[in-house]
């Protein structure tokens, strides 16, 4: 069953992506650090949701890690969650694949999930 890694979310936020992504088969894999999520990684895997600054370093950091790890079985999308007033070209410029609105509906996940996310 794919899989969808979500870090360093507040439990709050993380209730409506964690709905979204089980209503749509994913499987969900919370992390509160970025080595646990990169640790958690596998050829299922289809979408990284992220904090813009994690415990151990900032959003960037984790997504650079990510794009320079061979090891890694996959190298999937990275959303931010959207906390931040940067444009989506500066998103892009630090590794991001785009950003999660704060309060997603159905409609754009399942929008997301079709223009991004190989089942």
């Known amino acids: 069953m794919p899989q969808v890694i979500i870090v360093g979310l507040q439990s709050d936020h993380m209730d409506n992506i ?5 209503s749509h088969g994913f499987t969900i894999h919370c992390a509160y650090e970025g080595q646990e999520a990169i640790e ?3 050829e299922d895997t289809r ?20 794009s320079n790890d ?9 959303m931010l969650w959207d906390t931040t007033s940067e444009t989506d070209d500066d998103l892009a410029a630090k590794g991001f694949d785009g950003r999660v609105p704060r309060s997603p ?11 991004h996310i190989r089942e």
């Open 18 to 22: 964690v709905s979204l992504t089980e």
């Open 40 to 42: 958690s990684i596998a």
């Open 47 to 66: 979408l990284i949701i992220t904090e813009s600054v994690l415990p151990e370093y900032p959003g960037h950091e984790f997504v650079a890690l990510i």
């Open 70 to 78: 061979p090891t890694l079985p996959t190298k999937p999308p990275v």
């Open 105 to 115: 509906t159905l409609d754009w996940f399942r929008e997301f999930i079709h223009d």
